[in-house]
């Protein structure tokens, strides 16, 4: 059985900051590689599919000289090898959000006796789509694998291929754990204002009467 980490409030904190910044150098390392033929820069190298617009992009950054092709694939491989650290950063952030969340949400339900078996069936699919992150930074290797190598090798057709169908999977896996955590943050917010309506005032201020008559 898989056990489901029960990350603290501050690691998830610390994990989403690093993403932040992670993905900020990113950005700041593919700025130079956007052009009119790879208008999102590597993004678009990524989702090439064939190897023909592989080596467009690719001879998209070699057009001006040949001083500045290499300055541009050495920034290319690097950027390639700097999103290894990026996709620990980005996958570990989305997770322990999930995580997180769906654990804080469940209490809250706890609290107020909300807890339902249709509940439980959501916040068991919140926490796999936890574990998706961590999936997506899989085929983000195998995809920064294929780029790799035709970076240094030539565009292949098959590698083109992969890389593709790997970057495709990863971003709809990250799409859905943001989602995800949106939603769950989104209930959190729900479930909070309405613990702090009228309706729920009067009813705790009619249990402690209750308690004190009692006494």
Known sequence: MVTVPSPSYSSTLRWSLWALITMA???????????????????????AYTAQRSHDILASWGMVSVPSYARLLQLASFGLGFDF?????????IAYACFY???????????????????????????????????????????????LVQLFNGPQQTWAAVAGVSATIKFTLVIIG??????????????????????????????????????
């Not at 650290?85 to 952030?93: G, N, P, Q, R, V």
């Open 85 to 93: 650290l990026f996709l620990c950063s980005y996958s570990t952030a």
């Open 101 to 147: 969340n769906a654990n804080l949400y469940q209490q809250q339900q706890q609290k107020n006796a909300s807890s339902t078996s249709s509940l439980s069936s959501f916040l068991t699919f919140s926490r796999c789509i936890g574990f998706g992150a961590w999936i997506a930074a899989m085929f983000d290797s195998v995809e920064n694998v294929g780029l």
């Open 178 to 215: 943001l989602l995800n955590f949106i939603v769950l943050r989104t209930l959190i917010m729900i479930s909070s204002s309405s613990r702090r309506s009228p309706k729920y005032a009067n009813l705790d201020s009619t249990t402690m009467m209750s308690s004190n008559n009692k006494h």
């Open 25 to 47: 150098l990113s950005i700041y390392i593919n700025k130079p590689l956007q052009n009119p033929h790879a208008t999102q820069g590597i993004i678009s190298y990524e989702l």
